[in-house]
């Protein structure tokens, strides 16, 4: 039976990505030895890093002046790197979800953080609207797609502060304008490779102004300086990276993915809105993601949860439970993510209510 993996990340990757890292682990290059097996330093290796740094800055059209970094550690360990290095005095966060709240709690390891607005009230469920940055602070920092609540900002929020964003799980989903942010980070997980590595995109001239001395293996310049090779990289892992950015290429890049992946997102939603089954977790519809659709049963048919969850897996669904946080489904359209799994769910949704 085929699988439709709707996993939030480790996630779905391209055909091709799979097809090419597993030659590798066998004949990297035509070195006869696996891609696990060769020195970073080798020529082999360093043209991998650096295709992938340029088609990083081609498919996300990355101006001058900024550098693209192949790093590990998470985005969990950028929650704290990001302040590290542009954190002075204060920041400004915007609480938009677990991750948020995690990004928050590091910042306020180095320095003043003003939440300008929190949608906690409503266990995340929309992304607040009408507050104020204040223009004292070094940066702006929020999340573009909050992956567990399936909420996402689609527009750049307009400041007067430099910004920095958490674009774990919708970056290559979409374009972005490169030039409006001072940093972006993103675990590679989701749309872009295997984990273990993490992708940020700085910009130059924000580094270098923080008053702190910054330990040597979190400091932007360092990594920088030597290419994203200070230390050992994650090889196996920035090796996935290219295949999937390759592919992404050959899709047409961000402007043909975003389409399908528009026409994805609508195709479930719009089925999460007809059936009388299912509710989406997320009112606005402004607000809903197009990477982490969340949908509950609605009243009455609470009951049906485990019945729903089981007819579906049967039916080759794969990871489509919500977060514990919020429960219910949660299916991820990632870039990888054939259309034809969603109508797949669109099916067995519709299938479950006619046998109701
Ligand atoms: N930020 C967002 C939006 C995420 O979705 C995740 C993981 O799912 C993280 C941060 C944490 O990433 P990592 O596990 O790479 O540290």
Not at 84 to 100: C, E, S
Request: aromatic share 10%.
């Amino acid at each position: 039976m085929k699988k439709h993996n709707f996993y939030a990340g480790p996630s779905i990757l391209p055909e091709y990505t799979k097809q090419k890292v597993a030659e590798a682990v066998i004949d990297f290059a035509g070195t006869g030895l696996s891609v696990m097996e060769v020195s970073h330093r080798s020529k082999e290796f360093v043209a991998v890093m650096d295709e992938a740094i340029a088609l990083v800055k081609e498919l996300l059209n990355v101006p001058e002046g900024y550098s693209v970094l192949f790093l590990q550690g998470g985005a969990s360990l950028q929650f704290l790197m990001a302040p590290y290095n542009l954190l002075n005095k204060k920041a400004a966060y915007i609480n938009t979800g677990t991750w948020a709240s995690k990004a928050i709690k590091e910042a306020k390891f180095l320095g003043e953080v003003v939440e300008v607005a929190s949608s906690k009230d409503a266990n995340f469920n929309y992304i607040p609207k009408g507050y104020t940055v204040p223009d004292d602070v070094d940066y702006f920092h929020y999340t573009s797609n909050n992956t567990i609540f399936g909420t996402e900002t689609l527009k750049d929020p307009e400041v007067n502060v430099p910004l920095v964003c958490d674009m774990s799980s919708d970056i290559f989903s979409r374009p972005i304008d490169i030039s409006k942010y001072d940093l972006i980070y993103a675990g590679a997980q989701k749309n872009l490779g295997p984990s273990g590595a993490t992708l940020v995109i700085v910009k130059d001239s924000a580094l270098g102004k923080v008053e702190r001395p910054i330990p040597t293996m979190l400091d932007y310049r360092v990594h920088i300086k030597d290419g994203s090779m200070f230390n050992t990289p994650s090889t196996l892992a920035v090796f996935g990276c290219l295949q999937t950015l390759r592919w992404l290429k050959e899709q047409g890049g961000v402007e043909a993915i975003e389409k399908v992946n528009k026409a994805k997102a609508d195709l479930l939603y719009a089925e999460i809105d007809r059936n009388k089954l299912f509710k989406s977790t997320v009112p606005n519809p402004e607000d809903r993601s197009r990477m982490n659709v969340c949908f509950v049963m609605t009243e009455g048919n609470e009951g049906l949860e485990k019945e729903f969850g089981a007819f579906a897996k049967a039916k080759g669904m794969i990871g489509l439970e919500g977060h514990r946080s919020v429960g219910g489904f949660r299916a991820s359209l990632y870039n990888a993510l054939p259309i034809e799994s969603v109508q797949a769910l669109v099916d067995v949704m519709k299938e479950f209510e006619a046998s109701k």
